[in-house]
Each structure stands twice: as C-alpha cells, then as structure tokens.
C-alpha cells in the first residue's frame, strides 16, 4: 500500500493504455453502431473520419476547413500578440514603478473578474464580426496570465542585480529593458503558456457567437444542421491546433531552461 | 508597515474613483457615442428596469439564480466524479494507465468546444448547460487530484503503514487530507471554467440565464443592459470564488494562514 508503487511490468502498464483507449473508441462505437442512437445524434468513429476528410475538401459554410482553420489562427495570433505587446512590458513596469503598480492593478482586478466570454456583446458591438470582435475576446482571455506572469517575474528579479546596474548608472528604463527582462523571461513564457491556452479557448467561444467565419462558425453551422459529425470534426481540429500551440511553446520554455543550465 | 497598506487603500480608491469619473465626462461630454457605451446614469437606469421590472423574461435575481444553479449542479458532479477519479490515477499506476491515454486524448478539446455537441443533443435546456460545465469543471478536478496524491510524501504512508492503519482509515485519514490542498487548488479552477464555460452556453442560445440577459442586450443594441449583464457575470463569479475559498478554509482548519 504505497503511492503509485506497483508490480506490474512496463508491458502489462502499456496493455493498460491500450486497452484504455480501446475501450473509449469500442463504446462509442458500440453505441453507435447498435442502433440505440439515431446517427443523426451519436455518428460512429468512422462516420466523423469520413467527414472530417470531406470538409477538407468540399466547403462547408462558406469554406473548406482549413480555410476556415486559417481564419480562426489569424484572429489568434492577432488577438494573443496584443495581449503579449501590452502585457508583458506593462507587468515589467509595474514590477518596477510602484505607483503604476497602486493604480493599474485595482482596476485590473475589477476587471478580470469579468469572464472574458462576456466581453463578446461589446465586442462585436465596437468592432464588428469580422477580425475586430473576436480579437477583442481573445485579448481578454489571454491579457491576464501575460500581465501577472511578467509583474511576478519582474518583482522576483534578485535585487542584487538591480543594485548592480543602478551603481553602474543605469536609469529606470535600461533596468527594466536590460535587467528586468531578461531575468523574468522564464517567468514571461510559463505566462504566455497559459494565456496561449487560454486566448485559444476564448477564441473558440468567440466565433461561437459571432462571426462569419471561423473554426467555430463551422461548428455552430454543423450545430444548426443537426449534424454532430461536422460538430465533432470541428472539435477535433480544435483540439489538435490547441495541443500544437501548446507543444510549440513548451519547446520555446524547454530551449530557455536548457540555454540557461536549468 | 501600517501606514504603507493604508496608503495603497488611498490610492486604490482613488484609482478607481478616478476611471468612474472618466467614465462619466467621456460619455457625457459625447467623447464615446451613447450608441457605443452607456453613461453611468444610462447604467442606474437599465440595473433599475431589470430589477423592477425585469429584461429578456425575467428579474436580474432570477437570471442570476438559474445560472448560478446550473453551475452548482455542473460542479457538483464534476467534482464528485473527478475527485476519486483522479485520487485513483494518483494511487495506482494501473488505474493510470487505463484512464490517462483517453483523458490526454479529450483534454486539449477546450469545454468551450463543446458547446454545440451539447446542444445538438440535448437542446437550449439546462441538460445542455449541465453537460458543458461537467466537461469544463471535470478535467482540472481530475488532474489536481492526481497531482496531490502524487505529491504526498513517502514518510507519510511509510508511518501510516507502519502503525498498521487500515485501508479506509488511510484513506480518510492520510490520503485525503494531504492532498487536499491540491484539491482545493484543483476545484477553484474547475469552478472558474464551469463559471466561463455557461455564460459562453447561455450566449449561444438560453432560455434564462446571465448570458441570456447579454445576448438579448446585444442584439436590442442596448449598450447599458450589456454592462449590467457583464457586472453581474462579475460579481457573481466573483462570489462564487469567495464562497470556495471560505470553503476551503473551513476543510483545512490546519493551513488557518
């Protein structure tokens, strides 16, 4: 009776993780196939494969897939460079000026309480359905992690190496771009990281709302269609774009520990 | 020391005194349109009529009330599934090994995603709302149970075991309790994607709810209905995080600070 001690062979563990996601796809195959369900509400495994593989080639709801996926990475990218381009130099600044300190981040609480899903009526109101709206959203989603992860970072700074380049004469803006900076740059991916994962997310609830097109678009059009396998295909290119932002940053966060000798 | 703190009070207040009175002279003056953004007189008005008289069907408490609900729901099942679930994956390598490779395999699908699935299924009612906040609150519960049974350390079961305690007494009495602040951790996310995830499903299509108050305000073009829904979607969210950590306080009399 110890934690996660066992006398199972690395064999049998990995007969387990097969057996595991087997029985996930022979369930929902199971119940797909023996008619319990409509296919019109639960498409078998194969049925989504079949159709995934057509949108890729036939449009739906005005493209095919992969544009639509284009679309939806553009608005990411907008949205979530924003949130970088602000967030990080404001967190390094209020790391460094107290007072901006005292008076962003009163404000900056009030506000994030707000989901940032909630933001999608403003949103389409002041910038319309198009790129604008949706960018709006995901700057929410993905603003705060950078902000507080670069705030932290900056405050963690080992004060020696402040005092060191103050005594070499370094004003307030080259500590925070020469000392700062550079010093919470683990600190500011970790932080990307997570408002990556999360400007994704709200991204897809954005487009779920209101736009034209868009990942999500496909899928409340496939939602409008009754039909769960063009729904599920979204969910799946969803999945799979979300999972590559993710290894794509924690390779940038592993090649910043590595050179740093972490 | 006292006297630092209660100059930040001073400074927060004026903060945020500081952008309600920018907020005021800006749409006063017509800086910001009124059809863009609504003027605090505007706001009173609109918090007034869906008080009094109601907006999209209902009174503010009751929207605030049914979405609150669903979220208690949602949450109390996730939780109640993804606790053991995760304390079992934590255990035993064998329950991991036949659980994690289908979870890795539906994480990166974001609750949010879900949405449609939901309502393909089980239509605008609340069953759809119920699903998407389990999905949503589900995962973190799952992973931050794993993580605390993971993280206990070997001394403590290897004492617990050495005194001879028994399967369920360990179970109660070690196990949970030293995983508990992972738990905890665990939960206060979960109830954070539950919260988002359901104003996002109430957007997409509610009978009554926050999120229904903020897409008919959207589509009314009715600018200070949205900033009332969008303070309520804060403000509850907000007490919800508070009754949680009240909660957690009250499991875990030892972590008092």
């Known amino acids: 009776m110890a934690v996660a001690r066992t006398n199972a062979s690395r064999a049998q563990l990995f007969a387990l993780s097969a057996a595991g996601l087997a029985s996930l796809f022979a369930l929902w195959s199971a119940v797909a196939a023996s008619g319990w369900v409509a296919p019109q509400f639960l498409p078998p495994p194969w049925a989504v494969a079949e ?24 608005r990411f990218l907008m949205g979530f460079g924003f949130a970088a381009a602000i967030g990080v130099p404001l967190g390094l600044a209020m790391g460094w000026f107290r007072w901006l300190d005292e008076v962003v981040s009163p404000l900056f ?11 999608v009526p403003f949103a389409a109101l002041w910038f319309g359905t198009g790129i604008g709206g949706p960018t709006l959203v995901i700057f929410m989603g993905a603003f705060p992690p950078a902000l507080i992860n670069s705030y932290r970072g900056a405050r963690f700074v080992e004060p020696r190496l402040i005092e060191a380049a103050q005594t070499l004469g370094a004003g307030s803006w080259r500590v925070i771009a020469q000392v700062l900076l550079p010093a919470s740059v683990p600190s500011i991916v970790a932080g990307l990281r997570i408002s990556a994962g999360l400007g994704w997310q709200s991204l897809v609830g954005a487009e779920l709302i209101v736009a034209s097109s868009g990942i999500g678009y496909l899928m409340v059009k496939g ?16 999945g799979i774009v979300g999972f590559a932002i993710d290894i794509a940053l924690r390779r940038v966060e592993a090649a910043i520990h590595a050179r740093r000798g972490q | 020391m006292m006297r630092g703190s209660r100059r930040r009070t001073a400074v927060a207040l004026a903060s945020l005194g500081g952008a309600v ?17 609504a003027s605090p007189r505007e706001f009173a008005a609109a918090f007034e009529q869906i008080s009094s008289q109601g907006y999209a069907d209902a009174k503010l408490w009751q929207h605030a009330l049914q979405s609150c609900k669903l979220v208690a729901m949602g949450f109390a099942v996730a939780v109640a599934v993804g606790v053991p679930l995760g304390l079992a994956m934590g255990w035993s390598r064998r329950a991991e090994a036949f659980f994690n490779p289908p979870f890795l395999l539906l994480r990166p699908i974001p609750p949010l995603a879900w949405i449609p699935l939901a309502i393909v299924w089980l239509g605008l009612g609340d069953a759809a709302k119920v699903m998407v906040i389990f999905v949503a609150a589900f995962v973190p519960s799952v992973i931050n149970s794993y993580t605390g049974v993971r993280s206990i350390e070997p001394h403590l079961v290897e004492a617990a075991e050495t005194l001879g305690i028994r399967r369920a007494m360990f179970l109660r009495e070690v196990l949970v309790p ?5 738990i905890f951790s665990g939960l206060r996310l979960s109830l954070q994607a539950a919260w988002t995830t359901l104003v996002a499903a109430e957007l997409v299509g509610a009978l009554r709810g926050l999120g229904q108050v903020l897409s008919a305000a959207a589509q009314d073009i009715y600018p200070a209905m949205i900033l009332v829904g969008m303070v309520a979607v804060g403000v509850c969210g907000g007490a919800m995080t508070l009754a949680l950590a009240l909660a957690e306080r009250r499991a875990m009399p030892w972590r008092a600070a």
């Open chain 1, 51 to 74: 159709r995934f593989e057509l949108l890729t080639s036939r449009p739906f709801a005005g493209y095919t897939i992969q544009q639509h996926l284009l679309s939806s990475i553009g």
């Open chain 1, 223 to 238: 939602q409008s269609n009754m039909s769960p396998s063009i729904v599920m295909s979204g969910m799946i290119a969803i």
């Open chain 2, 21 to 37: 009175a920018l907020w005021w002279v800006f749409t006063a003056t017509g800086v910001i349109p009124a059809m863009r953004f």
């Open chain 2, 178 to 182: 030293a995983a508990l602040p992972h």
């Open chain 1, 109 to 119: 609480e009030a506000v994030r309480f707000v989901a940032p899903i909630a933001w």
